[in-house]
């Protein structure tokens, strides 16, 4: 499978436990983008990487979240403290170049605080 | 953020007919409007986009008008198919920027 993928797909974590999911983007593609989609909503955007550069964070994405992508290729979402609303799907995403808007999306994380 | 919003969150058709989803969005400056497609379970699924300079972009059975003078989107499905019930979202892109969506709406054919 040559497409984006997400590990793990599912996370249960305990309120307070920080987790952390794994984005393995399309080998060529240079932008790799964090999305957050609640049940009903379009996706709502964290952040980007071009290349390891992360170049925006959206204010959704507060101290508690963290995100790497150290070499460029393999992106990791750090959620430390977690709280009952994180609770969401997490998509990444990634495409080819700044004008690529065929952006890949993995299949996602979903994640569940109790 | 951007606003990106759809008229309507539900749209019922049946199979062989054409579906018409419409979306609206505020910023002018956007390059692109993309539509996606996102069944259930699974991440959303590129379907077509169009530049912002154009008024049409057809592709296989689904065709993309823009309207800049009242800033709306709408994506047509030609023959709709059971394999096309998912929520359709709307998102605008800015040349080194991001993806901005909206909030989906959900198609539903009935055979």
């Known amino acids: 499978d040559t497409g984006v993928s997400q590990d793990p797909r599912h996370k249960i974590t305990k309120r307070g436990q920080n987790v952390t999911f794994r984005c393995d983007p399309i080998s060529e593609h240079n932008r790799l983008y964090w999305y957050r989609q609640t049940l009903g909503q379009g996706p709502e955007f964290l952040t980007y990487?071009?290349?390891?550069?992360?170049?925006?964070k959206s204010r959704l994405l507060s101290d508690r979240f963290s995100a790497e992508r150290p070499k460029g290729s393999f992106s990791t979402l750090e959620i430390q403290r977690t709280e009952q609303g994180d609770s969401a799907m997490y998509l990444c995403?990634?495409?080819?170049?700044?004008?690529?808007?065929?952006?890949?999306f993995g299949q996602g994380t979903r994640l569940t605080v109790v | 953020g951007e606003s990106v919003g759809l008229h309507l969150p539900t749209l019922s058709v049946q199979e062989g007919d054409n579906s018409i989803i419409n979306c609206a969005y505020s910023?002018?400056?956007?390059?692109?409007f993309i539509w996606y497609k996102q069944e259930s379970g699974k991440g959303p699924q590129f379907i077509i986009d169009i530049r912002s300079n154009m008024d049409k972009r057809q592709g296989q059975r689904v065709t993309v008008l823009l309207n800049k003078t009242v800033k709306h989107l709408s994506l047509q499905i030609a023959a709709t198919q059971p394999g096309d019930s998912a929520v359709y979202f709307c998102a605008e892109f800015s040349t080194g920027n991001q993806f901005y969506f909206g909030t989906g709406t959900s198609l539903t054919v009935i055979p």
């Open positions: 910023n002018s400056a956007s390059d692109y």
């Open positions: 995403a990634s495409s080819l170049g700044t004008s690529g808007t065929e952006a890949f």
């Open positions: 990487f071009q290349n390891e550069a992360q170049l925006e």
